[in-house]
């Protein structure tokens, strides 16, 4: 997402990095780059000509064009004004309602069953009892995608035969207040903004139910057209949010730049991907960094807690400190590792690397076919070898190489490494038990040992 406006903007900055000092000649050479590079981006022209006079005048309000670093200066006021066009702050959903009432909406093929699933999916994890309602009653076989989605998912689906929407959403409320449901996520039909008949069965169903949320669900990949959909759905429904999909898919980014300042209406969640759990609530400020190439490490570490269990954290650090760390349990943890995503989105959420998108995709094309000879690797041992490295000799070696079809001198150059690593591990844990003794005796309140999931559950002071 945003890669394309990102890699201009970073090479932007980075040529004025080459420059002593911001002068008016090439504060407007720069400000013409960024313009080029939105409107490449499928940026609103609106947007763009206020994006660029707000840099402008931020740059002669805070007097920088004498400053002494030109290229951090340039990185802060795009930041600042990134993180503005985005919609500043994180509005979280309103999960007000006994039950809450969250109506999806949007036009049709824009993703919005899929979304309702993968919100159910959201709130579900997050403690949450939401029962979908199938509210799509004009499209064939609406209910049984719906359906088919919730018992993938694991989640209640509320359906009738009959034609009469708000006949269908009352008794849904009944059946959620009988059976313990406490959100409800409607998931109405799509309609063309211009559909008057169909909108009217919108304005119909907020005046009777006042849902809390009204989600508009749109495709990031209609770029331009987005806003137009935007703006007609508001105009007449007062949207209170908007559910970006298929946003891995759309490399410029446009539409996401330009529907919050369009439409003055945050964007409350993000579709990332095709898997059920791939939506995530945005962060204006967290999206404005990894535009610039400055990572996302606060997304980075919740993805991590997400992945690593407290049991399995504790269950590879005590086998990490017995130097009992064994091939399984490095099969396990690359497992582990496929469950962030892409390697190439998990490079981008790191800070410092300034890599372009096309160096991540060499860097993760490399690094995921090594996965997959490793994998292989391991999967031609016996179980025995499998949880016992140091039975490792040359017979084995040879017989693994012929098995796996990986050449001998990789197989040798591949448990060197291995266990190079495994001894690093173990030296790490050591470091840490004696720290944690040190620290227990300078007494209680200044720490005393933490354990690896601890630590991880301690970066959340960072957000």
Do not use: W
């Amino acid at each position: 997402m945003f890669d394309s406006l990102s890699d201009k903007l970073q090479d932007i900055i980075k040529r004025t990095a080459g420059q002593k000092e911001l002068t008016q000649d090439n504060m407007q050479d720069a400000l013409r780059e960024i313009r080029r590079a939105l409107l490449e981006a499928d940026v609103n022209l609106r947007v763009v000509k206020a994006f660029i006079s707000n840099i402008k005048d931020k740059a002669e309000g805070e007097n920088v064009l004498s400053g002494i670093n030109p290229s951090q200066q340039l990185v802060k006021i795009v930041h600042d004004e990134l993180i503005e066009l985005l919609g500043k702050e994180v509005k979280p959903l309103d999960f007000s309602g006994h039950p809450n009432l969250i109506m999806m909406l949007g036009l049709q093929g824009s993703g919005k069953t899929t979304s309702s699933a993968k919100l159910a999916v959201k709130l579900k994890k997050e403690g949450r009892n939401p029962l979908l309602v199938a509210c799509d009653v004009y499209r064939p076989a609406a209910i049984t995608q719906l359906k088919s989605l919730g018992e993938q998912i694991g989640v209640n689906v509320y359906s009738e035969d009959g034609q009469d929407v708000q006949s269908i959403i009352n008794n849904a409320i009944n059946y959620a207040k009988e059976n313990g449901f406490n959100t409800l996520i409607l998931d109405t039909a799509g309609r063309l903004q211009i559909d008057t008949d169909m909108m009217a069965e919108l304005l119909l169903i907020d005046r009777v139910f006042h849902p809390a949320e009204k989600l508009l669900v749109i495709d990031s990949m209609t770029g331009q057209e987005a806003v137009n959909v935007a703006e007609n759905f508001d105009a007449q429904l007062g949207v209170t949010g908007l559910v970006l999909t298929k946003l891995d898919g759309d490399s410029r980014g446009g539409a996401a730049l330009s529907v919050v300042y369009c439409t003055q209406k945050p964007i409350k969640l993000t579709g990332t991907g095709e898997k059920l759990n791939a939506l995530e609530d945005f962060y204006p400020e967290r999206m404005a960094t990894r535009i610039l190439g400055m990572g996302d490490i606060v997304s980075l570490v919740e993805r991590a807690q997400e992945v690593f269990d407290e049991k399995s954290a504790r269950e590879m650090e005590e086998k990490m400190s017995k130097a009992e760390f064994s091939f399984n349990n490095f099969l396990k943890m690359q497992k582990q590792m496929k469950m962030f995503g892409s390697m190439d989105n998990l490079l981008g959420m790191i800070p410092g690397l300034g890599l372009s998108k096309d160096d991540r995709q060499k860097i993760s094309h490399e690094g995921e076919k090594q996965f997959k000879r490793i994998e292989v690797f391991i999967q031609s041992m016996t179980p025995e070898e499998r949880e016992h490295p140091e039975l490792m000799n040359t017979s084995r070696k040879k017989r693994i190489a012929a098995g796996s079809g990986i050449p001998i001198h990789d197989v040798n150059l591949f448990i060197t490494q291995f266990e190079q690593m495994r001894s690093m591990m173990k030296g790490f844990s050591d470091v840490k038990k004696n720290m944690g003794k040190m620290m227990g005796k300078l007494g209680p309140n200044m720490g005393g040992k933490l354990s690896m999931h601890q630590m991880m559950k301690n970066m959340r002071r960072f957000k």
